[in-house]
């Protein structure tokens, strides 16, 4: 995880059992349990990561909000 440049990393996961491993593995960076849907972050990022989300995702509402 450790890039040049990188300052603020936010790693987020729907599973909340692998949540406490990232932050013991990496405590610089921050980790949140939530799914894409839910999801209200309300600051700003450098890196967001949410690798294999979109196997988890409601597409058919994802994309009738993103058309409103």
Excluded at 18 to 27: D, S
Excluded at 45 to 51: A, K, Q, R
């Amino acid at each position: 995880l450790p890039y040049d440049g990188i300052d603020r990393y936010l790693g987020i996961d729907i599973s909340n059992v692998v949540i406490p491993k990232a932050k013991n593995a990496y405590p610089r960076y921050a980790f949140l349990h939530s799914s894409l849907e839910n999801l209200s972050l309300g600051e700003q990022y450098d890196v967001i990561v949410m690798s294999e989300m979109l196997y988890y995702m409601d597409y058919k509402n994802a994309i009738k909000r993103a058309s409103l």
